[in-house]
């Protein structure tokens, strides 16, 4: 029986901030989550938008932790070594009720303590970025763009590196509460070799705490806690990444108005590291984890997504992915209701997060913190004396200069030799991520990690060697290396 103080269940980018809050105080603190990495849902399927705040109902604890996280953003980049840029955003219009609606939006969005926003016209527009649509817009400065995963990693390893233990592979079944703790099961999904998903084993687990943080499966969690099951809804979304090429004609997200209940169309949004992301649309999807993407939707993003950008080109064109936004709601009027941040005297010991989707990245921190704060309220904890803020990510050979790279290379040869071409990455920071403080060791945990296979050629040329790395550095066999699901194993026998 692994036995701790506080149980944190899902290592999306809010369950990676509990933890890294948590961290904080002298606790023994773990994280369970189902996949073999942290950011494998939602927290890894959006657009990496810092959002200000000015479309969530004002009072709203959306519209608090927006706000919130959006302000102290500049200093949590800094401290976790997150690569961020304060861009602004463009939220343009076309006709007279897009101009209604942002206007509407403007004006709670002050309420909200959104600072800055600006209506502008089509030549202000075009002073902004020249590739940009429309007639008008607000402009917003004090949006951003950050890369989610790296931020979902950078927490999550903060934590670890702070005593946190992060528990991969475990999906939770079944949550009892006897004498004073909970006892947790869990569908063990790791470990070495083939595991056949019926046959897999059952850890188990018990603490005094448990935080339900598993975003789209939080519902369930709710219910296992004692909770209600809360009602939930999925908006599916499916995304274009072009090419950096497209990313040198784009220097700001472009959103178009509104709609009446705050939410947007399709939107043309650059990334931090210089591609474009042309998405969402949006429609309702009953599976949880529906990731396909469909010929009728991506021309759909095509179509909408000119409107915002103009230099959408089949040429630019490397992937697409799909995210889904859980919803909770009112299933009676299909009213979309507000963040759920509960705990009570009837559930003691359980503080329970559900319908946490956008702004979830942007208000992970500002949620973290009103959780933890529950538990605090509750029970005298000591500060722990040994924190560390800081956290340092995998140093980039592409972004050092001549001098920098050509030092890297005298101090570590491996700087000298790249696996990835298209992202220039070397064989140095593949290793440190095969190496990484929360022990994954999947093909897209080093992708994440390193931007390798992330190029035009999307691993093309460098997959079979970083595979080729995972093998010799962890000990393990071709047949044992992972993608990046339990069951994703990347060969079934000997390759060359």
């Not at 004090?142 to 946190?164: K, R």
């Not at 178009?256 to 939107?267: L, V």
């Not at 949620?367 to 980039?396: H, T």
Request: charged letters at 30%.
């Amino acid at each position: 029986m692994n036995s701790y103080d506080v149980i944190v269940i899902g290592a999306g980018a809010v369950g990676s901030a509990v933890a890294r809050e948590l961290s904080r105080y002298q606790l023994k603190t773990a994280v369970l989550e189902k996949e073999q990495d942290v950011a494998t849902g939602n927290s890894g399927r959006n657009s990496g938008m810092l959002h200000a705040g000015f479309t969530y109902k004002v009072g709203s604890l959306k519209a608090e932790c927006a706000v919130e996280g959006n302000k102290e953003f500049d200093k949590v980049a800094e401290e976790l070594d997150v690569p961020f840029r304060r861009t602004g955003k463009l939220v343009v219009g076309f006709t007279d009720q897009d101009m209604k609606n942002i206007l509407k939006y403007k004006a709670i969005g002050e309420q909200n303590g959104v600072q800055g926003l600006v209506l502008i016209n089509r030549d202000q527009i075009r002073e902004i970025d020249p590739n940009a649509g429309g007639e008008f817009a607000m402009y917003s400065p004090m949006s951003g763009i950050l890369d989610p995963i790296q931020y979902n990693i950078a927490l999550a390893e903060n934590a670890c590196e702070n005593g946190v233990e992060f528990h991969f592979g475990e999906r939770v079944v079944s949550i009892e509460r006897a004498d004073g703790l909970y006892k947790i099961d869990t569908e063990y999904q790791n470990g070495t070799g083939r595991i056949d998903e019926s046959q897999s084993d059952r850890h188990h687990f018990e603490t005094r705490w448990v935080i339900n943080c598993a975003g789209m499966y939080a519902s369930e969690i709710s219910k296992m806690l004692g909770f209600p099951y809360y009602p939930v809804k999925g908006f599916k979304g499916e995304y274009f990444v072009l090419d950096k090429k497209a990313g040198e004609n784009l220097s700001i997200p472009v959103y178009p108005a509104p709609n009446e209940k705050g939410g947007f169309a399709t939107h043309a949004t650059p990334t931090i590291d210089g591609n474009v992301l042309i998405g969402p649309d949006s429609y309702v999807t009953e599976d949880r984890e529906d990731y396909g993407v469909t010929k009728e939707h991506l021309d759909g993003l095509v179509v909408d997504g000119s409107k915002m950008f103009d230099q959408i080109k089949r040429e630019y064109y490397i992937r697409n992915f799909a995210g889904i936004r859980w919803k909770r709601y009112n299933p009676e009027t299909g009213e979309i209701l507000d963040f759920l941040l509960e705990s009570d005297d009837d559930h003691p010991g359980a503080i329970n997060l559900v319908g946490i989707e956008s702004p979830g990245i942007t208000s992970a921190l500002p949620l973290a913190r009103r959780a933890v704060k529950r538990l605090l309220e509750k029970e005298e904890v000591l500060p722990n004396p040994n924190f560390n803020p800081r956290r340092k990510g995998i140093r980039r050979f592409c972004e050092m200069d001549h001098d920098e790279q050509k030092k890297a290379i005298e101090e570590n040869p491996d700087y000298g030799e790249i696996i990835c071409r298209c992202e220039s990455v070397t064989r140095a920071e593949i290793l440190e991520a095969i190496h990484n403080p929360l022990g994954v060791h999947t093909v897209t945990g080093i992708k994440n990690r390193t931007r390798a296979t992330m190029g035009r050629c999307q691993g093309g040329y460098c997959e079979t060697r970083i595979t080729g790395l995972i093998e010799k550095e962890m000990g393990v066999g071709e047949t044992e290396v992972r993608y990046s699901k339990a069951n994703s194993y990347m060969f079934t026998g000997k390759v060359r």
